[in-house]
């Protein structure tokens, strides 16, 4: 290996001596001091075709590593000695991928033409997802905290980590708004409500930028609501729900974060795929919410638009849909290797190229990348990653996120001096959950809620531990340790839940996480079978649900004494959830997402319009049927906002600054807050709004504030927030954006079913203001239409490509590939790769034990990426 990079780097110094001399001259898209437009115009009046063409590809680790190390050689095949978009190092570890950062990045300066640095990509959600780095707890646990300035300072650390080995851009936060609980993605997002995921979002991607590092908030737009809960599948909303709710948290983070990068998702909306569609990608990012940086694909997006929407032809097709729709960077597929052939055809206008490249040099250009690709090298990238206060983080955003949901009598916290022994059970208590886009799910990275009890208590407590079962599956064989564990105890704590799957790694037993979506939302497997079999031994019993989604757990609302939810809590879970239960810590985390009372009886999001709760008002119970469900009351078991402490607050004095306000206002809203209880504690305060008479409907409530605020046993304190008149916005019958006159409920309280004071004000607005509100778009046809006859209906011989993956983006070798006719057949290489010889009108058939097969028709395509999906075992 070492022989043949000396090779190429000597033939190197003579073949592209010329390019060296060239990049001497010092132009203006190499001067840091020129407005960044300058340097996009000088640059890209300087590239050829395929030079822009390649600005918008990407490097995959398949096209230089060589068992986890850079060979230039083969590098150099595939770029052909141009720059590229963006590359990505999975499965890399720290130390390889700061190499190839250094070594890929030097390539870039001194053997292209140009120059051009390309931008390193990795994962990062909740940690940036290579060994050794932090695990903070997962996205849905740290909107748990209701602190925006945690997912800041998270941020801040992550970023850090990412720069010490070499990456520049991050495929995070996750903007969704998780309204379908079916859906294995809740986990990564920060709830049901647009206000808090927009805090939230804009919060992450601020820490980030202080590293002048990219950020990708995704996904661009409506994902997190697919009919059936199906990961990837169609979003039905029309565009006033489009505007109203999931378009928000993008707004805020673009006018306010700058985020650098948008990534767009696999799904439709009402039918049209995002990925090709002008209206969203460019009508409505760019011309509406002023996006300035790049859009990256999500991977094997545009591919999709052929082999799973079927609203392309061919790939060639799929790559003019989606380039023309606003696509800037490709990711995991490589349809943009036809668009030198479209515009030579003049399918493509080019000026659709120098569009997209733009925006890419933007953020290239912005985030300083020409200045700062070369990664420092000097110093030991694992001195500047899992630091003492990255840990300290990761613990105190995994104790503010526990949510305390029932404590009957006050079971919590547990008194070691009281106790002999104590019951640890369940398929939870004694295994990490980390939640998905995370490195590992290894016990050696991580505190196990059992080990983090044994290390609080020590041998005060006699623990009698028992698994009891797994998480999937009907074996009960382990009852009856478990049931002996509990009888042998003064109390049980009982720890169910899920486990999800890791980036493309581990994915055995995922109940959540990508691709890992559920039909019914009762625990799985027998674990609530356990759960009552602890139950009938007498003994007190304790619930700890260990999860990154909603379950029902309305059996144990009803009969056991104590609940708490802890979302998957990072590496320091285990310690955050002993110092709870044991009083080490008092909850103070409240729930951003609610918990239905059955899977019927969802969706459960608090944020309803007011005819979604039904309209007889006569619920019925079990054993006596009723209106509207004949047999239960609609609404949530634990709505958005819920969570208890081990201590209580009292609110007085509700204040508001001005009741007669005008549009263009902003009003104080303040109220007393006061810990009645023994114990130091923390209480969000949260600000609802009610527009009580408005000419569209609009929800019964709308979060526009909230605060978390710390009080000593017996201390109290003044709570501001502010409101602005011009939040208390609608979308009216003509799509304008107004705020209406008429009378609003000002609530607040301690959740969205605990309001302790209300009061109304008035706005004032004129007609003259109204008409002169603007329209946003609608789904009218904008760009130039482009005439697409990419169809070619010849029968010829023609040689095609691609990678095969399984559905969490893992290569798949010894994939048997041939056609229906048996003729040809050819198998995946160790990197997932095949080229197969085939008439364009043939069928290919995929096929590896163990995974679905599955036909694809070849349709004069050149280039397949083909998902498989593991086989069902029923």
Known sequence: MKIKLITLLSISILTFIGKAEAQKTKHVYQDATKPITERIEDLLKRMTLQEKIDQLRH????????????????????????????????????????KMVYHVQKYMKQRTRLGIPVIPVLEGLHGTVQDNCTIFPQSIALASTFRPELAKQMSVHISAEMKAIGAKQLFAPDLDLARELRWGRVEETYGEDPFLVGEMGVAYIKGFRENNLICTPKHFVGHGTPIGGINLSNVEGGLKQLYSLYMQPFERVIKEADPLSIMNCYSSYDGEPITGSSFFLTDLLRKHLGFKGFVYSDWGSISMLYSFHHTAANSTDAALQAITAGIDVEAASSTYEELDSLVKSKKLPVSYIDRAVRNVLYTKFKSGLFEDALPDTTVAFKQQIHTPASIKLARTIADESIVLVKNENNILPLDESKLQSLAIIGPNADQVQFGDYTWSRNNRDGITPLNGIKQLIGDKVTINYAKGCELTGLDSTGFAAAVSAAKQSNAAIVFVGSQSAALARERINSTSGEGFDLDDLKLPGVQEELIKAIHRTGKPVIVVLVTGRPFVLSWEEKN???????????????????????????????????????????????????????????????????????????????????????????????????????????????????????????????????????????????????????LKAEEEQIVTLQLPVNELYLYNKDLKRVVEPGDFEIQLGAASNDIRAKDRITVFVSQKELQAAKTLPGKTETRQQIENNTNISNDTTIKVSGIVRDVQASILSDVSIYTKTGETKVVTNDAGSYIITVKSSDILIFSKKGYETKEVPVRNNKILNVTLNKQSEH
């Open 560 to 710: 056991v004494p104590a609940i708490a939810i802890q979302w998957y809590g990072g590496e320091q879970e285990g310690h955050a959830i002993a110092g709870m239960l044991f009083g080490k810590t008092n909850p103070s985390g409240k729930l951003p997402i609610s918990f239905p009372k059955s899977t019927g009886n969802t969706p459960a999001y608090y944020n309803y319009l007011p005819t979604e709760r039904g309209f007889y008002g006569s619920p019925g119970t079990e054993n006596t049927p009723g209106r509207d469900y004949v047999f239960a009351k609609p609404g949530a078991l634990w709505p958005f906002g819920y969570g208890l402490s081990y201590t209580k607050f009292e609110f007085n004095n509700l204040n508001i600054s001005r009741k007669k306000v005008l549009s263009s206002d902003s009003i104080t809203v303040s109220i007393q807050v006061k810990n009645s209880g023994q114990r130091d504690g923390a209480e969000v305060v949260q600000l609802y709004v009610r527009d009580l008479v408005s000419s569209v409907a609009t929800p019964v409530q709308a979060l526009k504030g909230f605060r978390k605020v710390f």
């Open 59 to 98: 490097i995959h680790s398949e096209d230089y590593d060589a068992n986890g190390v850079v060979d230039l050689q083969k590098l150099h095949e595939f770029t052909k000695g141009n720059s590229f978009g963006c590359i990505e190092g999975f499965p890399l570890s720290s130390k390889q991928y700061l």
